[in-house]
């Protein structure tokens, strides 16, 4: 096995390079941290091209590695792992996980779609959720979180390895569920909007959640064949985009 002691090492350089969006989309791949998820990416079949593990990290988990054939495992320094990870503590193992492509083959089924949502923590929790809910897929449009950071990797806890996650024009997404005849729905703060509990579950439908401060582009709205609110007891004015999508898909899933 090969052991990496310096943080100035070319190999290490290269790995801390996919912090950012630029080099990940470069090299198709992404960083993922901790055993949890690597144990996850690997049970849905993801290529791990490269995985770092401390000492301790190789007493706790190096039996699964082996048993797993994991090919390329290099032993780093505590130094080195605490230089590429983003954690205050390091769980001691990472690896370098290659970009899997998902493609729609059905589009029937319940979807979410997602409008410029920016935050890494909302967009990660909204896959989780959609994956607790049982649907189909999540498409991401324009402006929102890169679900590869390690923000929203953190978020999503593996659930991206469930279920497909795709970057698609929003606009073209409508079309496509508009002739399957699937219901889209948008969420939206004005009087033309109905409650959601008007609304009945259903098996196959689109739901559009949208930007944190600036909700749904208009230009979308303006396509759906309903627009939801969440009616509002007490007196916070709004919701945060992460709840509401919750609230949201279980209600309208069967």
């Not at 052991?3 to 989309?25: D, G, P």
């Not at 949890?36 to 190789?58: D, P, S, W």
């Not at 739901?207 to 944190?212: A, D, K, P, S, V």
């Not at 749904?216 to 007490?234: F, M, Q, R």
Request: hydrophobic share 45%; charged share 20%; no cysteine.
């Amino acid at each position: 096995m090969n052991e990496i002691l310096s943080v100035k090492n070319t190999t290490i350089k290269e790995i801390k390079k996919l912090h950012k969006k630029k080099y990940r989309v470069e090299s198709q791949q992404y960083l993922l941290e901790g055993f949890h998820l690597i144990e996850e990416a690997v049970k849905y079949n993801n290529v791990l091209t490269q995985v770092l593990v401390t000492q301790r990290g190789y007493q706790q988990w190096g039996a699964w590695l082996e048993a797993k054939a994991i090919a390329d495992v290099s032993l780093v320094s505590d130094e080195v792992m605490k230089s590429i990870s983003d954690l205050p503590t390091p769980q001691g193992i990472l690896a370098v996980v290659a970009m899997a492509e998902a493609v729609i083959t059905d589009w029937q089924g319940a979807w979410l779609l997602l409008d410029n949502v920016q935050d890494p923590g909302n967009v990660g929790t909204m896959v989780r959720t959609a994956d607790a809910a049982g649907l189909s897929g999540i498409i991401l449009g324009e402006g929102t979180a890169d679900i590869y950071s390690t923000k929203t990797l953190r978020s999503m806890q593996g659930s991206h390895f469930h279920l497909p996650v795709v970057s698609m024009n929003l606009k073209d997404a409508i079309s496509v569920f508009k002739e399957q005849t699937i219901p889209v729905y948008g969420t939206e703060l004005n009087e033309f909007a109905v409650s959601y509990q008007d609304v009945s579950a259903s098996q196959n439908f689109a739901l559009i959640m949208g930007n944190e401060g600036q909700g749904v582009e208009k230009e979308l709205l303006d396509l759906t064949d309903k627009n939801l609110y969440i009616p509002i007891k007490g007196h916070a004015e709004s919701l945060n985009v992460g709840i509401a999508a919750g609230i949201l898909m279980f209600h309208l899933t069967v």
